[in-house]
């Protein structure tokens, strides 16, 4: 773990932060290119071959209800009862970013704007050993939420495997459709449609390397949420802060893979050495020790700053996924915030708790995109249309306006259909047309 406290060593780092995540292997982003082609052109034929190569398993691609309510059925009751619980927190927030369409009436004008759900979307969960019942919690509920009819579900199942808590999670929200695919084949399947999947208009959920860019390559002839890249945190703290707290919320972070950054900025010297004794003490007990230790060694820093305000700044120029605020009043310090995915305020609000079950979604832009990005909402499973009305004497208030501005742009086929309209002689006219 690095101490910075000079303003060059400082800047070095954050250039490093910025291109953890650059330098694709050429060969995934061949690889992916042609699994995408190949599924555009063969459909389901070339997802079963890329299941058959990657997940090893020749099992119908399309998961049963039945099947689903088996597998649930092995979880635990506390297991149960946890995800029901998180589902209410998270619908509760949710419930409360929805839409109305608007209109508004004026001088004979009707203006607005209507508020549709997206027809139908596709949500990805990482399978395998993993357990990722949170993911289908955060991706699936807003939607649901925003009024999406059809939902179709992907998750890999190597060898075969099911995982109950991440079926149980699905069994909870109902989620009927649901394929057990991986990898850019389920992206592409979803993209694209084939005679099992039908083509979704947005495909949102995480993924690996393969994943991501699969997402990446298909944008635009579908809508994705984001291309998720490695996990991240940043924690501003002075004195009064716990460092066993501050310690722990880094070491979070750290353990998911070598590429996640955990990042310290702090006024207080005194917590630096004691953070910097608590990092070494907790990343010992864990399972993947290893990997944090790579983490902390290659993305982490603790950095010493003048004061809050400064380290405000230093945040915002990294525009961290997740952004811990444990100082004295941290309310205040939120004030100088302006890029981050989530806030976490205060020593009583580690970040997992977001991850699982406060309610806000726990999809967050990762890489500096929260400069201009947002978490996964409901307002990523909706379309907004505008709406237009006039009467003729609106019509005519407004016509010289735009018969003024097609002009500047030399469209005269714009210019004329206020012409028209306003009695301009119908012969001048087809002279011109």
């Given at each position: 773990?690095?101490?910075?406290?000079?303003?060059?060593?400082?800047?070095?780092?954050?250039?490093?932060?910025?291109?953890?995540?650059?330098?694709?292997?050429?060969?995934?982003?061949?690889a992916?290119?042609?699994?995408?082609?190949?599924?555009?052109k063969k459909?389901?034929?070339?997802?079963?071959?890329?299941?058959?190569?990657?997940?090893?398993?020749?099992?119908?691609?399309?998961?049963k209800?039945?099947?689903?309510?088996k597998?649930?059925?092995?979880?635990?009751?506390?297991?149960i009862?946890?995800?029901?619980?998180?589902?209410?927190?998270?619908?509760?927030?949710?419930?409360?970013?929805?839409?109305?369409s608007?209109?508004?009436?004026?001088?004979?004008?009707?203006?607005?704007?209507?508020?549709?759900?997206?027809a139908r979307?596709?949500?990805?969960?990482?399978?395998?050993k993993?357990?990722?019942?949170?993911t289908?919690?955060?991706?699936?509920?807003?939607?649901?939420?925003?009024?999406?009819?059809?939902?179709?579900?992907?998750v890999?199942?190597?060898g075969?495997?099911?995982?109950?808590?991440?079926?149980?999670?699905?069994?909870?929200?109902?989620?009927?459709?649901v394929?057990?695919?991986?990898?850019?084949?389920?992206?592409?399947?979803?993209?694209?449609?084939?005679?099992?999947?039908?083509?979704?208009?947005?495909?949102?959920?995480?993924?690996?390397?393969?994943v991501?860019?699969?997402?990446?390559?298909?944008?635009?002839?579908?809508?994705?949420?984001?291309?998720?890249g490695p996990?991240e945190?940043?924690?501003?703290?002075?004195?009064?802060a716990?460092?066993?707290?501050?310690a722990?919320?880094?070491?979070?972070?750290?353990?998911?893979?070598?590429?996640a950054?955990?990042?310290?900025?702090?006024?207080?010297?005194?917590?630096?050495?004691?953070?910097?004794?608590?990092?070494?003490?907790?990343v010992?007990c864990?399972?993947?020790?290893?990997?944090?230790?790579?983490?902390?060694?290659?993305?982490?820093?603790?950095?010493?700053?003048?004061?809050?305000?400064?380290?405000?700044?230093?945040?915002?120029?990294?525009?961290?996924?997740?952004?811990?605020?444990?100082?004295e009043?941290?309310?205040?310090?939120?004030?100088?915030?302006?890029?981050?995915?989530a806030?976490?305020?205060?020593?009583?609000?580690?970040?997992?708790?977001?991850?699982?079950?406060?309610?806000?979604?726990?999809?967050?832009p990762?890489?500096?995109?929260?400069?201009?990005?947002?978490?996964?909402?409901v307002?990523?499973?909706?379309?907004?249309?505008?709406?237009?009305?006039?009467?003729?004497?609106?019509?005519?208030?407004?016509?010289?306006?735009?018969?003024?501005?097609?002009?500047?742009?030399?469209?005269?086929?714009?210019?004329?259909?206020?012409?028209?309209?306003?009695?301009?002689?119908?012969?001048?006219?087809?002279?011109?047309?």
């Open positions: 773990m690095r101490i910075l406290k000079k303003k060059s060593e400082i800047g070095t780092f954050l250039q490093l932060l910025k291109k953890r995540a650059a330098g694709i292997d050429p060969g995934i982003e061949k992916v290119r042609v699994i995408l082609a190949d599924v555009k459909g389901d034929v070339s997802v079963k071959k890329y299941t058959r190569r990657f997940d090893k398993h020749e099992l119908s691609l399309r998961l209800p039945a099947e689903i309510k597998y649930a059925a092995k979880t635990e009751k506390h297991s009862k946890a995800l029901e619980l998180a589902a209410a927190r998270i619908r509760n927030f949710h419930e409360r970013q929805k839409e109305s608007w209109s508004y009436k004026v001088n004979g004008e009707v203006l607005g704007q209507i508020i549709r759900p997206l979307v596709g949500v990805y969960v990482p399978g395998g993993a357990s990722y019942p949170s289908v919690l955060m991706n699936v509920i807003p939607a649901l939420v925003a009024g999406v009819n059809e939902i179709a579900l992907c890999p199942t190597p075969g495997e099911i995982n109950p808590y991440v079926m149980a999670a699905i069994e909870l929200l109902g989620v009927q459709e394929y057990r695919i991986g990898g850019a084949q389920a992206i592409g399947a979803m993209a694209y449609g084939t005679k099992l999947i039908n083509k979704v208009d947005k495909i949102v959920g995480p993924g690996n390397i393969y991501a860019l699969a997402k990446k390559m298909v944008f635009g002839e579908v809508a994705i949420d984001m291309i998720a996990s945190i940043l924690i501003i703290a002075d004195g009064t716990n460092p066993v707290f501050v722990a919320d880094m070491v979070s972070q750290a353990e998911h893979d070598e590429l950054s955990s990042i310290l900025i702090t006024d207080s010297e005194k917590l630096i050495s004691e953070v910097s004794r608590e990092l070494e003490k907790q010992r864990l399972n993947r020790m290893d990997i944090a230790k790579r983490s902390l060694k290659r993305f982490g820093a603790i950095i010493l700053t003048e004061d809050i305000e400064k380290a405000s700044d230093i945040a915002n120029d990294i525009a961290p996924e997740h952004l811990e605020i444990m100082t009043h941290p309310e205040k310090a939120l004030d100088f915030i302006h890029n981050a995915g806030v976490f305020l205060g020593p009583w609000t580690p970040e997992p708790l977001g991850d699982y079950a406060a309610g806000p979604n726990h999809t967050l990762t890489g500096g995109t929260a400069r201009f990005s947002s978490p996964l909402g307002y990523d499973f909706i379309k907004r249309t505008s709406i237009l009305q006039f009467d003729r004497k609106s019509f005519m208030l407004l016509s010289d306006t735009v018969e003024a501005i097609a002009g500047v742009e030399g469209l005269e086929a714009h210019a004329n259909t206020v012409r028209v309209r306003r009695g301009y002689p119908k012969e001048q006219s087809r002279k011109q047309f």
